[in-house]
């Protein structure tokens, strides 16, 4: 009987049949930047769906392309499966380069992607307050060799509650993945 309440523990008994698939890491703190338009945007605003946040800058020749890429066929994939028609879902890119990547410039960056902005906002925002987020969310942008920022590629999942449950970096940032993840934190 002790090696049953070990791993009732270990398995999460009591909780959730799927919690214990995406553990809560932690909650995410709030912040307002600007988005794509030139509208202030605070993060809290979006409480109720479940986000996908990454960070990337428009002039990257590295990962952003990339992770933007990825984040648009999990977005395509998540209006497949009808996941975006009642706006539980929305993704968040929050520029790396605050001082390159004006509303202007995120605007023209979505263009080029052709991103739905009903469901994915892209924030920039004074050096000092895009900095204290990316502090927040563990993130960091320095300056390389070749001009470019060194920074790690990384997309946070946020539940309808405001609490980090995973984190995915470029490699493991598959459409299958991220769409089963969401599903799972849509069903909690």
């Known amino acids: 009987m002790v090696t049953f309440g070990l791993l009732a523990a270990l398995l999460g008994a009591g909780a959730p ?14 912040f307002t930047l600007t988005d794509q338009d030139g509208r202030p945007l605070r993060l809290s605003a979006l409480r109720g769906k479940v986000l996908l946040v990454g960070f990337v800058f428009t002039t990257c020749s590295g990962t952003c392309p990339a992770t933007t890429h990825r984040m648009a066929r999990v977005q395509a994939e998540l209006q497949q499966r009808g996941l975006f028609k009642d ?3 929305h993704f968040v890119s929050i520029t790396l380069d605050p001082a390159r990547d ?5 605007h023209g960056y979505m263009r080029l992607y052709d991103l739905d902005a009903a469901h994915w ?7 000092d307050a895009v900095k204290r987020v990316h502090a927040d969310w563990g993130m960091w942008a ?44 849509l069903a909690e």
Do not use: C, M
Not at 102 to 106: D, G, I, N, S, Y
Not at 150 to 160: A, E, G, K, T
């Open 17 to 30: 049949a799927d919690s214990w698939w995406l553990p809560v890491i932690r909650d995410v703190a709030d």
């Open 102 to 106: 004006t509303p202007e410039v995120l």
């Open 142 to 185: 320095r300056p390389a060799a070749n001009g470019q920022l060194d920074h790690p590629s990384r997309v946070y999942l946020v539940d309808p509650r405001g609490r980090l449950r995973e984190v995915y970096n470029l490699d493991f940032l598959r459409t299958p993945w991220v769409a089963e993840d969401v599903e799972r934190l």
């Open 121 to 127: 906002s892209f924030l920039t925002g004074a050096a």
């Open 87 to 89: 706006g539980k879902v």
